[in-house]
């Protein structure tokens, strides 16, 4: 999603929304995420003015005080930057894949089920099974924060049982023109 991207050419603009969008922002933000509100004030204090950035291939960037936050794909789940999934990493869901697929997922391409139910690799137990559509950060073995953030394509129990086939589409990772991007 972030290949290739250059702030220079591909913002379109930035404006903040107004109060009532980020009122249902916040909401959506505490409805997708497992946080509280007293760490989603700690990440975006209500005081603070969020600016809506406005990208190519309708990607929305959200930032404050020029540092950016989280961002979303059309009207889709908002997904934190990997900076702040590095500062919380309760925020999402974990999954891990083994030390074979890490160069893949450096290079942005999905992660494939066999990567996550092998040895290395780690999906959440059966009573916190996942859904199909959910956002989960991405762990490499041996590694101690996400190395990227995807949405799942399978439920978990689902890649347990098949294991074949596409698990996790990666939105943003380590190393893509997102994560170089300190401000905007």
């Given at each position: 999603?972030?290949?290739?991207?250059?702030?220079?050419?591909?913002?379109?603009?930035?404006?903040?929304?107004?109060?009532?969008?980020?009122?249902?922002?916040?909401?959506?933000?505490?409805?997708?995420?497992?946080i509280?509100?007293?760490?989603?004030?700690?990440?975006?204090?209500?005081?603070?003015?969020?600016?809506h950035?406005?990208?190519?291939?309708?990607?929305?960037?959200?930032?404050?005080?020029?540092?950016?936050?989280?961002?979303?794909?059309?009207d889709?789940?908002?997904?934190?930057?990997?900076?702040?999934?590095?500062?919380?990493?309760?925020?999402?869901?974990?999954?891990?894949?083994?030390?074979?697929?890490?160069?893949?997922?450096?290079?942005?391409?999905?992660?494939?089920?066999?990567?996550?139910?092998?040895?290395?690799?780690?999906?959440?137990?059966?009573?916190?099974?996942?859904?199909?559509?959910?956002?989960?950060?991405?762990?490499?073995?041996?590694?101690?924060?996400?190395?990227?953030?995807?949405?799942?394509?399978?439920?978990?129990?689902?890649?347990?049982?098949?294991?074949?086939?596409?698990?996790?589409?990666?939105?943003?990772?380590?190393?893509?023109?997102?994560?170089?991007?300190?401000?905007?």
């Open positions: 999603m972030f290949k290739k991207f250059t702030p220079s050419t591909d913002i379109a603009g930035q404006t903040p929304p107004k109060s009532s969008v980020q009122r249902s922002i916040r909401a959506a933000v505490l409805q997708q995420w497992k509280g509100l007293e760490t989603l004030e700690e990440i975006w204090p209500k005081k603070e003015t969020l600016i950035v406005k990208c190519r291939e309708h990607i929305s960037i959200y930032s404050v005080q020029n540092v950016p936050l989280f961002f979303q794909h059309f889709g789940p908002f997904y934190p930057t990997l900076r702040l999934l590095h500062q919380y990493p309760f925020i999402l869901p974990k999954v891990g894949v083994d030390r074979g697929a890490i160069r893949f997922l450096l290079a942005g391409a999905p992660m494939m089920c066999p990567g996550l139910t092998s040895a290395g690799g780690y999906l959440p137990p059966a009573e916190e099974a996942l859904p199909k559509g959910t956002a989960v950060a991405v762990h490499a073995e041996g590694k101690e924060h996400a190395v990227g953030i995807g949405i799942t394509t399978l439920g978990t129990e689902d890649m347990r049982k098949l294991n074949k086939d596409v698990a996790v589409e990666i939105v943003t990772h380590l190393g893509d023109d997102l994560w170089a991007l300190q401000t905007l």
